[in-house]
């Protein structure tokens, strides 16, 4: 018997001994120059979309030439456990060396840095990543281990948890029902906090304080013509001021709060216009005419000029105000006005921008057919601009540091 044992030792330990090699001579993971010089800041700006990741059903993908990188996405109402692992897609075939990157899409809409990545699990060329994790959206991301790898390969996302039920209905109010959901909110992220007094009002532009009023005209105070005069009539002569983030949508909404005879009142409305989003009446919103929404738009300039799905229709160079005309003429003024509130005329807008010029593009949506007219011009060194619906002057996004934000185009 011992010299039995013995000899099955000997068989199998030169297999094993193969096997460990074979996985540490595999080399270091290729591709890295997609990352920046923060080695987790790689957001893989152009992979293949598959869409949503739906829960416990197979998806399948093949890695090749040029379709080096897959993506999907899925939401989280809640907390949850997850387990994304990729395996083969036909019990018997040739093994696919993935590595898998996971994301959280962050306030701004963007994903930022991966939060986990996986190489190799068990004894496998496959990947896996198991996580407990809050609301929100996330992006599962699959590569090859070298750019040569290719092959066919199976992506499962499994759920367990209050979490993998899907939000509120899409008809739904996008903040909630009252002004404590609004707050704690899983799916919107608060990017500032601050409580307006008689101290610091003087902070806030002229677009900001006639937001005060209309807020506080929500409750009985219906008189009031003036910031300082709305302050005074408050609750503690102090209003709570918040910037709200809805990172699928790409909207952000300013929120201003008080107390009104020891009831809660105020209004939200769209950071960057005038327009109330709803009215904060006994601590509850109403009249909301906001609801849940997925911006179809890339997330930045940059990207929509890199994205194959945004193809650029054309380009023109304008540095002469009289070759704005029409729609165009106005479209200009109203982005030049994005910068510059003082702004008259389109002579005038040329005139404050880099190299006083300003870039006219017209882009396609493939997938949809859809056009949009661009304004862009330089303004300090950064990108700021608008995105129009062709023909029109009425914007589909606005562009702020390269950012596409306030968005109005909808996978609905």
Not at 207 to 227: G, K, M, N, P
Request: contains cysteine.
């Amino acid at each position: 018997m011992r010299s039995l044992a013995l000899s099955f030792v000997l068989l199998t330990l030169p297999s094993a001994i193969s096997c460990v090699s074979d996985e540490a001579d595999k080399g270091e993971e290729e591709e890295l120059d997609l990352l920046s010089t923060d080695s987790k800041a790689d957001s893989f700006r152009a992979p293949t979309w598959h869409g949503e990741a739906a829960f416990g059903v197979p998806h399948d993908a093949v890695l090749q030439d040029d379709e080096r990188h897959h993506a999907w996405w899925f939401d989280l109402s809640g907390e949850a456990q997850v387990d994304m692992t990729t395996t083969y897609t036909v019990r018997g075939q040739r093994r696919t060396d993935t590595v898998l990157y996971f994301y959280k899409q962050l306030p701004n809409g963007n994903w930022g840095s991966y939060i986990a990545r996986n190489d190799d699990y068990g004894n496998t060329t496959y990947s896996q990543i198991k996580r407990t994790l809050g609301a929100g959206r996330y992006r599962v991301l699959v590569k090859g281990h070298t750019a040569s790898t290719e092959g066919k390969f199976r992506l499962n996302v499994t759920c367990v948890g209050q979490g993998c039920q899907p939000a509120a209905p899409s008809n739904a109010c996008l903040f909630g029902t009252t002004y404590g959901e609004l707050l704690e909110n899983p799916n919107l992220g608060i990017s500032q906090r601050i409580t307006i007094t008689a101290a610091n009002l003087d902070q806030f532009d002229a677009r900001l304080q006639s937001r005060i009023v209309r807020a506080v005209q929500e409750s009985s105070h219906t008189d009031v013509t003036t910031a300082a005069e709305a302050l005074s009539r408050v609750d503690q002569e102090e209003i709570n001021y918040n910037v709200i983030i809805d990172s699928s949508g790409r909207r952000t909404y300013t929120v201003f709060e008080y107390g009104a005879g020891d009831n809660s009142y105020g209004a939200v409305f769209d950071h960057f216009t005038d327009e109330m989003a709803t009215a904060i009446h006994d601590g509850d919103l109403y009249e909301c005419n906001v609801t849940p929404k997925t911006c179809l738009l890339p997330e930045t300039w940059y990207e929509m000029r890199q994205d194959p799905a945004y193809p650029q229709v054309s380009r023109t160079v304008v540095t002469n105000a009289a070759d704005l005309t029409g729609v165009t003429a106005e479209q200009a003024l109203k982005t030049f006005q994005q910068s510059y509130d003082d702004v008259t005329t389109v002579a005038e807008g040329l005139e404050r921008v880099d190299q006083n010029e300003v870039n006219v593009y017209v882009f396609k949506h493939a997938a949809s057919g859809a056009l949009f007219d661009v304004i862009e011009f330089g303004a300090g060194d950064t990108s700021v601009g608008s995105i129009f619906f062709k023909g029109t002057a009425n914007r589909a996004a606005q562009m702020r540091d390269q950012d596409i934000q306030s968005c109005r185009y909808f996978a609905d």
